[in-house]
């Protein structure tokens, strides 16, 4: 006889009912319930060669980096790795 088990971590359940509970204690709460696009900034293209050197990203991210510095509010940026190196960096201090 054969028996089959669906086993999952409730990890990320955890995390996220902690993130939604936590919601209304944070700064950037009211921009995160009622989002709005941000105009397209032009970005420099020295400043993108800049960043790809700094962070050593392709282009795309690089203008994904240099664009978030000019976003009011917050920026999403995806990619772990690309995360990592920019909040390692002295930008995330800033802000």
């Known amino acids: 006889m054969y028996s089959a088990a669906n086993n999952f971590s409730l990890s990320t359940l955890h995390r996220e009912y902690a993130a939604l509970m ?4 944070y700064d950037l709460a ?3 319930l009622h989002p709005q696009l941000s105009k397209n900034s032009n970005v420099d293209p020295k400043e993108v060669q800049q ?11 690089a203008v994904a980096i240099s664009s978030s510095l000019r976003t009011e509010g917050f920026a999403l940026i995806q990619g772990y790795e690309l995360l990592i190196q920019f909040f390692d960096s002295p930008f995330a201090h800033k802000y």
Do not use: G
């Open 51 to 61: 960043t790809m050197l700094a962070y050593s990203v392709n282009e795309p991210q």
């Open 22 to 25: 936590s919601l209304p204690y």
């Open 30 to 32: 009211e921009p995160i």
